[in-house]
C-alpha cells in the first residue's frame, strides 16, 4: 500500500471526509463520478413525469407547489453536477454520456404520467424512497457529495409530504377520485420498490461501495425499511398496497413481501420501459435547444474576462 493510500484508508477509517484535492484510489473516484453524475441525471429526468402536469394541475395553489418541486429537482441536479465536476469530469462529458444512454438515470422516470393522482404518488413513494436512500448519503464519505444531500433531502422531505397530501385529499373525495387514487398507488408500488436497484447478491458495486463508505446500507436493506414505513402509511389514506403476500413477520419485527419482477426492472434498466426513449429524446431537445443560452454565457464570461485583464 502506497503511503496516500494509506492515509486515505486512515480516513475513511476515522469518518474524516475525503475531499477532491485529497489522493484518492482511481477506484473510489470512478465509482463516485458514475453514482453522482447518474443521480444528477435522475434528478433532471425526473422533472420530466411531472412537468406533463404543471399545465393541468387542478388548482393555483397546485400548479404553484408543483412549479416549486420541479424547480428544486432542477437545482438538485445542478449542484450534484457540480459536486461531480470536483472529481475531474466536466459537465459537458457526463451530460454526453446520459445522452449517447451510456450513463444511466433512475429507472422510475421511465414510467407515464397518466392521471393528476400520480403526481401524489410520485411525491409519497418515489420521494420518499428516494429521501430513504439519501439519508445515509448525507453521511457518505466524499465531502461535496454528502454536503449537497443535505439540502437535497430537506427539499425531498416536502415533496415527500405534498405528494402524501394529494393522495389523502383524493382518498377522502368522490369514488372517481378514491379510485384515481388506488389506481396510481398500484401503479407506482412496485417500480417505486426497484429503485433501491437489484438485490443485494446481485450489486456488484455494493461491496466496493460499503467498504468505502459512500453507500452506507445496501440496497436490500433500504428496501425492506422502504416497504416497512409505507405499509404503516398507506393505512393512513384507507388505501391497499398492490401486493397479497405483504405481511408482518413479528419474529424478523419488518414486513414480508412478494415477489420483485426483476425482469421488468432489467428492461427498464437497458432502455425498453414504457417511456425510455420519449425521455431521452426529450432531454436531447431541451439540450439542443439551450444551445444559445450556453453560446451566450461563454461569450459574456469571456468579455467580462477580457475587459478584467485590460483593466
Ligand atoms: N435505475 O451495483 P448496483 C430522485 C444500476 S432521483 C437505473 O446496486 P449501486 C427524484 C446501477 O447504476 C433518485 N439503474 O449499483 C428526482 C448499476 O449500473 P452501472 C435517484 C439502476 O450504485 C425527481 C447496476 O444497476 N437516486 O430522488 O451500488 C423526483 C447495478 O446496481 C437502478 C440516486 O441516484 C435504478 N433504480 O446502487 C423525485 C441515489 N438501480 O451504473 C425523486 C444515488 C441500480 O454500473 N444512487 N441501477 O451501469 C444510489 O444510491 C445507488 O447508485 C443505487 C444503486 C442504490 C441507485
Redesign the pocket.
Known amino acids: 500500500m502506497i503511503p496516500e493510500e494509506k492515509i486515505f484508508e486512515d480516513k475513511i477509517a476515522r469518518e474524516v471526509r475525503i475531499e477532491p484535492r485529497d489522493w484518492m484510489p482511481a477506484d473510489y473516484r470512478k465509482l463516485l463520478i458514475?453514482?453522482m453524475s447518474?443521480?444528477a441525471h435522475?434528478?433532471i429526468v425526473?422533472?420530466l413525469p411531472?412537468g406533463n402536469w404543471i399545465t393541468r394541475a387542478p388548482s393555483l395553489r397546485r400548479k404553484a407547489t408543483l412549479i416549486a418541486k420541479v424547480q428544486d429537482?432542477a437545482g438538485?441536479g445542478l449542484y450534484l453536477y457540480s459536486a461531480t465536476e470536483t472529481l475531474g469530469i466536466t459537465r459537458e462529458e457526463t451530460i454526453d454520456q446520459l445522452h449517447s444512454g451510456k450513463a444511466?438515470?433512475?429507472?422510475?422516470f421511465n414510467y407515464p404520467t397518466l392521471t393528476w393522482a400520480d403526481i401524489g404518488a410520485?411525491g409519497w413513494l418515489?420521494?420518499g424512497a428516494?429521501i430513504m436512500?439519501?439519508v445515509p448519503?448525507c453521511r457518505a464519505s466524499f465531502g461535496p457529495y454528502a454536503r449537497a444531500m443535505v439540502r437535497i433531502c430537506k427539499e425531498?422531505s416536502f415533496?415527500q409530504r405534498q405528494g402524501f397530501e394529494i393522495l389523502l385529499t383524493l382518498s377522502r373525495g368522490s369514488e372517481a377520485q378514491k379510485h384515481m387514487c388506488q389506481d396510481a398507488i398500484n401503479r407506482w408500488w412496485w417500480p417505486s420498490v426497484?429503485?433501491?436497484?437489484?438485490p443485494d447478491d446481485a450489486?456488484?458495486?455494493?461491496q466496493k461501495?460499503m467498504q468505502w463508505k459512500i453507500?452506507r446500507f445496501s440496497?436490500d436493506e433500504l428496501r425492506q425499511k422502504f416497504i416497512d414505513v409505507c405499509a404503516e402509511q398507506v393505512r393512513v389514506l384507507g388505501m391497499k398496497l398492490p401486493d397479497d403476500k405483504m405481511k408482518w413477520n413479528e419474529d424478523e419485527q419488518h414486513y414480508d413481501f412478494g415477489e420483485i419482477n426483476w425482469t421488468e426492472f432489467r428492461e427498464v434498466?437497458n432502455g425498453n420501459g414504457p417511456c425510455n426513449k420519449e425521455r431521452l429524446e426529450a432531454r436531447k431537445k431541451a439540450h439542443a435547444e439551450g444551445a444559445w443560452v450556453r453560446e451566450a454565457a461563454a461569450a459574456y464570461a469571456g468579455k467580462k474576462n477580457h475587459s478584467s485583464n485590460n483593466q
Do not use: C, T, W
Open positions: 458514475r453514482q447518474q443521480h435522475s434528478e425526473g422533472m411531472e429537482e438538485h444511466k438515470y433512475s429507472s422510475i410520485i418515489v420521494d428516494a436512500n439519501q448519503l425531498e415533496h426497484m429503485m433501491f436497484g437489484p450489486s456488484p458495486h455494493n461501495s453507500k440496497n434498466v
